[in-house]
Nanobody
Framework: QVQLVESGGGLVQPGGSLRLSCAAS????????MGWHRQAPGKERELVAT???????NYADSVKGRFTISRDDAKNTVYLQMNSLKPEDTAVYYC??????????WGQGTQVTVSS
């Protein structure tokens, strides 16, 4: 059984920074795409950033230049560095990973709140 464990969420002031981490554990043969999504109350889930096993990176227009996705395959971990945070970044952030050539697995979600 595969499990994704997220950490790093919290409360931060506008303009501040946070770093989210997501580590995969369990019986893992292969990890392909990994990424982050977010969902604010009353809104649809939104793709934030993805990182493919081939090195391709994709970002939502709303976070380009502010967020950076990275991964450490030796640790089965993906990160999201969030800088210059805005109140509109407030959401529950979910980790996603395509593992063992099967359906994507999801983390439990971590709350990010940007407020003064």
């Amino acid at each position: 059984q595969v499990q994704l464990v997220e950490s790093g969420g919290g409360l931060v002031q506008p303009g501040g920074s946070l770093r989210l981490s997501c580590a995969a554990s369990g019986i893992i043969f292969s990890i392909n795409d990994m990424g982050w999504h977010r969902q604010a109350p009353g809104k649809e889930r939104e793709l934030v950033a993805t990182s493919s096993s081939g090195g391709w990176l994709n970002y939502a227009d709303s976070v380009k230049g502010r967020f950076t996705i990275s991964r450490d395959d030796a640790k089965n971990t993906v990160y999201l560095q969030m800088n210059s945070l805005k109140p509109e970044d407030t959401a529950v952030y979910y980790c996603e990973a395509h593992i063992n050539w099967r359906r994507p697995y999801w983390g439990q979600g971590t709350q990010v709140t940007v407020s003064s």
